[in-house]
């Protein structure tokens, strides 16, 4: 299949699809009192045609990364070319829909989309119009090859309600009509050009004409938008640059009710927990048919169109379309102190439905009936708005889309972080956001039902026994799960006096986790990613009021409704739990809510074979409790000991996690873990980011109060074991909130689940087992490595005789360099070498230095050194090779400050380029003028 007819392309190198974003210009030109013109689609297009910088081409410059406008439905024009083309009369308005449909180009193929379609219609009792073929001009728009290789054939469907359908009924179900066809059609194995079907809208109010188009292409493109007769109150424009992704016709926005200009952050989380929620939902409002909506998110979107899924579903689903946004995209409101007592309550009730959908955004939307725009919590894109004294109102990712008399200018401003802009055309107004959220905010009686329903932690009855520190076992344990003298040294004692994630120099020397010799930790083998492109980071500490920990867990409710038990979920303030709070939660019996534990090791005599039975024993389990009705499953690796190995936590975890998605059941159950693996702030953020709920990390609170037990802290500061339980909650705490930072998601409920990490030389069987989606471009270890290496360091810890006497855990030298540890690349002797050439001008050791950093395939350290080149079976002559002096004129030093590498090296790196043409990129913040 030609990579340009699918949306979704499969991985090739280390290309992954699912990290496609767009960075984009939106706005949208509206009357306020609703009056259609043609004006309004010609003002919308200055606006598109002005935000031309903001969208993006290839290195072919005629084609585009993507453009297009969603104007209302223009009946006059459409009931013209009905009866002009169709031959055929249109019942009146709300009782016929049209859509515009890309089609594939092969007639066959396109026949068989167009009959699977009609008999879909029919089936939903709903009646045919027609097929028109919608005129498009590549030539005279001028699109490129690149555009034209993956042109679709575009054609408008038309279709009239069946008897006695209202207008909103009749839209739910035009809505089923596109998501059956699109289920069945797209991605069909028996088309090679499958993926070139694809329902831009289909609707009774609104119309989208877009495509692969570069933003001054759209309207010489689609003669259609050029028609006198094509009238509209409102246009809402878009003009797409992809920052790392294939563009394609069906990317291009507008989507079906909604155009972004950002980035969604938490996109993974987001797809897998409204995955889980299909489970649980009804609704009478799709006649039995609501299991054909599912999956509700399509495998083969983009991040918008993900958004644009759920925006979708909700609003078929009988929510406003003011309430579905402020669910999916809500304010700041947790530390919120000066806001309306009442309208924080509606956003803590619906964050116990779902999830926010986090990242930098200026989202337009509209529903034919409203337009509007909203920033994200933080405001982290620009939005601007007009409001003219002819009634129009013009909104755009900048100023200057439009010219306007400054003495019709009646009202501009610029939208604020979370607040909401929006036109009523019934109503013929603008709202204010703040009458607007009050009115949804009183809806219902939200305050009293989060008061009557809401679980905390201090509502649970405390437990008569908490486990404290057994000091008998606990270096055996220390060592079954992985801790060192490094682990206390440089990760938990730093944690707990500086109250904050332990700070190393730049930099990694040591081997890559897949590549060590010794065993290491499954947390070892994930990187976590950051924010990049054009996706700001938050500053945990400055904007800290954004941030959030808190989070609702157990089982929820049906989205489509909402009624007070739908919050009768339990509040976990602090992901990381004290053994006292684990305690009450295991013997939990408040109001109906039990827990079911399950332990997470397998005996010792199974060997690797006891790993993958494990697992399944585990997943079976955790399903069985959510099918008796348990509210809360805690996993727990306590009765691990000489006869039994504990599974790595965050293998069984987000194995359990990923088998519940699958079987949409992951939305009933809160899944608590109790671990004496996880101590580091990594490792918890990676235990919540692959769908956690809270830990429990009870070895590490006992292996710090036998340092405070052995005069190893400060007696003053740490007075008893709950100051250092205190302070290490706070270390994790202000840790987490920066790697959620580093990432650009602001609180935690968001982070759980979304998966934003790596693997480096995890096996594919491994990351589609227990990491599902998960980037893994690095194949290598699999589950015969993971289940050795919990066996030898098991084994280290109970079974070996050298062992048995011994009072210290190891030091495997992994952060500091000592002899006999782990490799390095930058050892003693490399470091002795390379001063001694430097002071002494010795070149012998300046040629023992080079020869051990550049052998590094020996030292099986990197990545990089492993890397071996094919050579060509076929030579060439030389006079077709290009001269030396050349190839290095394309050489370039990397972006390093002049404080990084010092003025010395700088000019040395200067000299070097300047002498062979090169180009350099250093001294930053130090050049001489």
């Not at 590490?700 to 740490?718: I, K, P, S």
């Not at 909650?729 to 982070?751: E, F, P």
Request: hydrophobic content about 35%; some cysteine; glycine content about 8%.
């Amino acid at each position: 299949m030609n990579y340009l007819y699918s949306q979704n392309s499969a991985p090739r190198g280390l290309y992954r699809s699912e990290f496609e974003h767009d960075s984009c210009g939106v706005g949208f030109v509206a009357h306020i009192k609703g009056h259609r013109s043609h004006t309004i689609i010609e003002d919308a297009y200055t606006v598109l045609r002005n935000m031309e910088h903001r969208g993006a081409c290839g290195a072919e410059e005629e084609t585009g990364d993507g453009a297009g406008i969603l104007t209302a439905l223009p009946h006059e024009f459409l009931e013209r070319i009905s009866r002009d083309e169709l031959k055929a009369r249109l019942p009146r308005p709300g009782q016929f829909g049209a859509g515009v449909v890309f089609l594939p180009r092969r007639r066959d193929q396109r026949q068989i989309c167009k009959r699977a379609v009609e008999l879909i219609v029919a089936e939903q009792g709903q009646r045919l119009v027609g097929w028109r073929r919608v005129p498009t001009c590549a030539e005279v728009a001028g699109i490129g090859s690149t555009a034209r290789m993956a042109e679709p054939h575009i054609e408008q469907l038309f279709i009239a309600a069946g008897p006695g359908l209202e207008e909103d009924a009749f839209e739910r179900q035009l809505y089923l009509i596109r998501k059956r066809a699109s289920h069945q059609l797209r991605g069909d194995p028996a088309m090679d050009q499958s993926q070139m079907f694809y329902i831009c809208s289909l609707s009774t109010r609104v119309m989208i004409y877009k495509g692969m188009l570069r933003t001054l292409q759209l309207m010489d493109y689609y003669p259609d938008l050029s028609a006198p007769d094509y009238t509209t109150h409102l246009a809402m424009v878009h003009s797409r640059f992809s920052t790392n992704t294939f563009p394609s016709w069906d990317r291009a926005q507008p989507g079906r009710f909604m155009a972004h200009n950002g980035e969604i952050n938490t996109l993974r989380g987001n797809i897998n927990w409204m995955r889980g929620r299909e489970g649980v939902m009804q609704s009478t409002l799709f006649g039995g048919q609501l299991d054909s909506v599912f999956p509700v998110i399509e495998p083969d979107c983009s991040d918008s169109g993900n958004f644009d899924n759920v925006l979708e579903f909700l609003l078929m689903s009988g929510r406003s379309l003011q309430e579905a946004i402020m669910m999916m995209v809500p304010e700041a409101w947790q530390k919120h102190a000066t806001m309306a007592i009442d309208k924080k309550a509606f956003y803590e009730f619906h964050s116990s439905l779902m999830e926010a959908w986090d990242g930098p955004a200026s989202i337009t939307f509209t529903d034919g009936r409203y337009i509007g725009a909203l920033l994200d919590r933080n405001g982290l894109r620009p939005s601007r708005y007009y409001v003219t004294h002819d009634d129009r109102v013009i909104m755009a990712s900048e100023v200057g889309v439009l010219p306007l008399d400054p003495d019709n200018v009646k009202e501009k401003g610029r939208l604020q972080p979370g607040r909401m802009f929006l036109v009523d055309f019934e109503e013929c107004r603008l709202v204010p956001d703040q009458e607007l959220k009050a009115e949804f905010s009183k809806k219902r009686p939200y305050r009293r039902w989060l008061t009557a329903q809401r679980i905390t932690l201090g509502d649970l009855d405390q437990a008569n026994e908490v486990p404290g520190l057994q000091a008998d076992t606990l270096l055996a344990r220390m060592r079954a799960f992985g801790y060192t003298i490094e682990t206390l040294h440089f990760m938990l004692l730093p944690l707990i006096s500086q109250k904050r994630d332990p700070v190393g120099s730049m930099g990694n020397d040591s081997a890559l986790a897949c590549l060590s010799d010794q065993p290491r930790m499954l947390y070892d083998y994930f990187k976590q990613l950051f924010a990049q492109v054009t996706n700001p980071a938050i500053d945990s500490i400055r904007e800290e009021v954004v941030m959030a920990l808190e989070c609702y867990v157990g089982p929820e409710h049906n989205l489509l409704d909402s009624t007070e038990q739908h919050c009768h979920r339990l509040l976990i303030e602090h992901p990381i739990l004290t053994n006292r709070e684990m305690s009450s939660i295991k013997h939990i019996s408040h109001r109906g809510w039990c827990a079911e534990t399950v332990d997470i090791s397998f005996p010792a005599t199974e060997g690797e074979s006891g790993l993958m039975p494990a697992l399944e024993r585990i997943c079976l389990e955790t399903e069985q409790a959510i099918d008796d009705g348990c509210p809360l499953v805690v996993l727990t690796d306590r009765e691990a000991g000489p006869g039994r190995v504990a599974l790595s936590t965050l293998l069984a975890s987000s194995t359990v996690h990923q088998h519940l998605v699958r079987q949409t059941k992951r939305s009933r159950v809160g899944l608590i873990l109790e671990t004496g693996e996880a101590r580091e702030v990594h490792h918890h953020c990676l235990l919540i980011g692959f769908g956690a709920d809270a830990v429990n990390p009870y070895l590490a609170y006992e292996a710090l109060w036998q340092v405070r037990r052995d005069g190893g802290l400060d007696m003053e500061e740490f007075t008893d074991d709950e100051t250092i339980v205190a302070a290490y909650r706070k270390g994790v705490a202000k840790g987490m909130l920066k790697v959620m930072g580093k990432m650009g998601i602001s609180t935690l409920q968001s982070y759980k689940g979304a998966q934003i990490f790596e693997a480096v030389g995890l096996a594919s069987e491994v990351i589609d087992y227990a990491f599902t989606h998960t980037a893994s471009r690095v194949e290598g270890v699999g589950f015969g490595v993971l289940a050795d290496e919990l066996l030898r360091r098991h084994r280290l810890a109970y079974a070996d005789p050298e062992m048995e006497n011994e009072s210290v855990l190891s030091n495997p030298g992994e952060f500091h360099w000592r002899s006999g540890g782990a490799k390095h690349g930058w050892e003693p002797r490399v470091i002795a070498d390379i001063q001694q050439a430097a002071r002494r001008q010795d070149s012998g050791a300046y040629h023992r230095f080079a020869e051990q950093v550049n052998d590094e395939a020996s030292g099986h350290y990197t990545l990089r050194g492993l890397m071996e080149l094919n050579p060509s079976a076929d030579s060439i002559s030389l006079v077709e090779v290009e001269p030396a002096s050349e190839i290095v004129k394309r050489f370039c030093t990397g972006a390093m400050s002049l404080g990084s590498i010092s003025s010395e090296a700088h000019e040395t790196l200067a000299i070097a380029m300047n002498r062979l043409g090169g180009k350099s990129n250093t001294g930053e913040g130090g050049e001489s003028s």
